[in-house]
């Protein structure tokens, strides 16, 4: 992403604070030191608004919690990561639904294929009885959710060839997606050429030709300059994806109870401001990329989902998961199985 459109965007679009805090009591040195990792760019809202957050932690605190924050995979590939914050080497890290599933199957209820129309129904889920069943099989593993679900935002499909404007145009589509059993089956269900690979590996691969699109939301294509080696963006929406800001469960627990609740609150806090951010700037980045020479292409993503419902893909994912996992994605999606 150039100086200029970060810039521009994210302060017009995300209204950012200043990353620096003033403190206005004396700190004293730190009782527990810990990381958080994130995969995005410096300059996404994620990154922006996590920094806000862990300055107030650490004001808050009296600098009793210091967390810093490593972002765009420093420390590692997203599954490296997610290896790291189970064997809690990293204390905290952020981490999409879509990848988590590798690990956690349940997370990836959420990015089932065209299951929100917009953010209302997203949200009614998240925040609702669909988050809390999400957030419960996370917590059976070495690792727990710290707060409520960042934006990621609606996925978009790329290309650097044929047009997609249909479900038929996908047909033998090389497309990448993320390590998601969920996005890989969506897309095979459309008869596409899908393949996972890391993120970190994206830009070279659609570079070289390897694959001819990728799927990713508005805000990341923009932040990681997926613009240049691609020419045209439809607005498929197929689907919507999170990310879950991760603890490790024995590093949560070292800290005393005052101090979670401290991290809970201002992360949660990040995470409100976060999601408007991705929202104003998902409408601002189509003007922003298109100067950047990507065409924008408008589906009729209700096509799309018919044709989905045609395929085995809900029946397959709705045996996966069991009826009452699915209960809770259906009592906002609506019937998809």
């Known amino acids: 992403m150039s100086q200029a459109l970060s810039r521009r965007t994210l302060l017009a679009g995300a209204a950012a604070l200043p990353l620096a805090t003033v403190f206005t009591r004396p700190v004293r040195a730190a009782e527990f030191e810990y990381k958080l990792a994130t995969g995005q760019d410096p300059t996404h809202p994620v990154n922006i608004r996590v920094q806000e957050a862990l300055n107030r932690i650490r004001e808050a605190s009296n600098g009793r919690l210091d967390i810093k924050l490593f972002p765009a995979?420093?420390?590692?590939?997203d599954t490296d990561l997610l290896s790291q914050v189970r064997n809690g080497s990293v204390e905290f890290f952020n981490l999409s639904t879509s990848i988590l599933s590798t690990f956690v199957p349940a997370a990836a209820l959420p990015n089932t294929g065209f299951a929100f129309k917009d953010y209302n129904e997203v949200w009614k889920a998240m925040d609702?009885?669909?988050?809390?069943?999400?957030?419960?099989?996370?917590?059976?593993?070495?690792?727990?959710?710290?707060?409520?679900?960042?934006?990621?935002g609606f996925r978009q499909i790329t290309s650097s060839t044929k047009e997609i404007r249909?479900?038929?145009?996908?047909?033998?589509?090389?497309?990448?997606?993320?390590?998601?059993p969920m996005l890989t089956s969506l897309f095979k269900a459309f008869e596409a050429g899908a393949a996972p690979l890391n993120f970190?590996?994206?830009?070279?691969?659609?570079?070289?030709?390897?694959?001819?699109?990728?799927?990713?939301?508005?805000?990341?294509?923009?932040?990681?300059?997926?613009?240049?080696?691609?020419?045209?963006?439809?607005?498929?929406?197929?689907?919507?994806?999170?990310?879950?800001?991760?603890?490790?469960?024995?590093?949560?627990?070292?800290?005393?109870?005052?101090?979670?609740?401290?991290?809970?609150?201002?992360?949660?806090?990040?995470?409100?401001?976060?999601?408007?951010?991705?929202?104003?700037?998902?409408?601002?980045?189509?003007?922003?990329?298109?100067?950047?020479?990507?065409?924008?292409?408008?589906?009729?993503?209700?096509?799309?989902?018919?044709?989905?419902?045609?395929?085995?893909?809900?029946?397959?994912?709705?045996?996966?998961?069991g009826d009452a996992a699915w209960e809770h994605l259906e009592a906002v999606s609506g019937k998809l199985a």
């Not at 995979?73 to 590939?77: C, D, F, I, P, R």
């Not at 100067?291 to 085995?312: C, H, N, P, Y």
Request: charged share 30%; proline share 4%; aromatic share 8%.
């Open 73 to 77: 995979n420093q420390l590692g590939s």
């Open 128 to 152: 609702g009885g669909l988050g809390t069943y999400v957030r419960e099989q996370i917590a059976k593993t070495p690792i727990q959710t710290v707060s409520k679900i960042w934006d990621n």
């Open 166 to 180: 249909t479900p038929e145009d996908l047909k033998g589509f090389k497309i990448r997606v993320p390590p998601s």
């Open 200 to 321: 970190n590996e994206l830009y070279s691969a659609l570079q070289t030709k390897i694959f001819e699109g990728q799927e990713n939301p508005l805000a990341i294509i923009a932040t990681t300059r997926l613009y240049e080696v691609q020419k045209t963006c439809s607005l498929t929406g197929h689907v919507w994806d999170g990310y879950w800001m991760l603890g490790n469960k024995k590093a949560v627990q070292r800290l005393p109870e005052d101090l979670r609740a401290l991290v809970s609150r201002e992360l949660d806090r990040s995470a409100d401001d976060q999601r408007a951010d991705i929202v104003k700037l998902s409408e601002s980045l189509i003007k922003e990329l298109g100067s950047k020479g990507i065409t924008f292409i408008e589906v009729d993503r209700q096509k799309f989902r018919d044709a989905l419902g045609r395929t085995t893909f809900y029946k397959d994912w709705k045996s996966k998961y």
